[in-house]
């Protein structure tokens, strides 16, 4: 399939979807997750390799059934996901809702950036919204899309609601560029690191797990103030973000206590409710014993 024509279908389905009520979207979420668990099996051997992996406490039978509320939750965050291209601003933030926005707020007070890090976990994409529950002028650091057409089109909705997005390769110029002038900058952190080489090995979810330490190494150079963005789904299309302080002044921390306390935090959540994070996704597709 061509990348236009990849574009024109999913730009027809963001302009149906635009007529289509949530109890409706929710019908067609559930008929996609009989066909992707059930007939397509999409990346079902990696699900259940990363779930059994992580969990080997639990009963083939609950390995299976949190890869069932995955599988239907991934096809609900998808179909929200291209809803949410045509929601309005008041629509977006009754569903998705800051409940401690005082603690970015305090920062920007006191002239302080922040690094928001966040993790595929619920419905991070409706995080565009966020610009309009902070005081902080945002920018998201992004890995553009291979489809120049899809990236285009993807990001003129991000920035609809006063985001900025930076892509990863200018992010230290950025930096830079923006010193002294608070900003919150939000980075997906969670997946497996490009450099596995420069990456931080850590014990997680029972595995040795490489983890990006880039924003780590930003936050320590600049001393700013980092947070991990904990989105938890409510009910059907209804999200909160919670900010956590991981660390105030990284400056005076030693190196790779940031990433450490990430992702011990994004373990314990995980555990909680594993069927919100992306287990279709191969992060453990190499171990430490290859990089010796």
């Known amino acids: ?29 559930w008929a996609a997750y009989i066909l992707v668990y059930y007939l397509w099996g999409y990346r079902k051997k990696i699900v259940f390799t990363n779930l059994t992996n992580s969990f080997p406490e639990k009963s083939p039978n609950e390995i299976k059934q949190i890869a069932k509320l995955f599988y239907l939750n991934f096809c609900d965050v998808l179909a929200e996901i291209v809803k949410g291209q045509t929601m309005s601003e008041h629509a977006l933030i009754k569903r998705f809702r800051v ?33 309009k529950q902070s005081l902080h002028p945002m920018i998201i650091i992004y890995s553009p899309f ?35 002038k608070p900003h919150c900058f939000i980075m997906g952190v969670d997946q497996r690191p490009f450099d596995r080489k420069n ?24 001393d700013i103030p980092v947070v991990y963005s904990e989105i938890q789904r409510i009910k059907r ?36 409710k594993p069927e919100d994070w992306l287990w279709s996704h191969n992060r453990w597709n190499y171990r430490k014993a290859e990089d010796s």
């Open 237 to 272: 299309g209804f999200y909160t973000l919670e900010y956590i302080l991981l660390c105030e002044e990284p400056s005076k921390v030693e190196e790779g206590f940031i990433v450490k306390q990430f992702m011990k935090t994004l373990e314990e959540i995980i555990r909680k």
């Open 146 to 180: 291979m489809n120049k057409y899809l990236d285009n089109f993807n990001n003129r909705d991000r920035v609809k609601f006063g985001m900025k997005l930076i892509p990863f390769a200018k992010t230290l110029r950025v930096f830079h560029e923006l010193k002294g």
């Open 199 to 222: 990456a931080i090995w850590l014990t997680f979810l029972n595995q040795e797990t490489p983890c990006h330490k880039g924003y780590e190494q930003i936050a320590r150079k600049f």
């Open 1 to 29: 399939m061509s990348k236009r024509l990849e574009f024109i279908i999913v730009f027809l389905l963001v302009q149906l979807f635009r007529f289509v009520p949530f109890f409706i979207l929710y019908l067609i979420s």
């Open 99 to 131: 409940l401690n926005p005082h603690l970015l707020n305090d920062l920007y007070i006191q002239n302080k950036s922040v690094i928001s890090i966040g993790a595929h976990y619920a419905n991070s994409e409706w995080g565009k919204i966020l610009g």
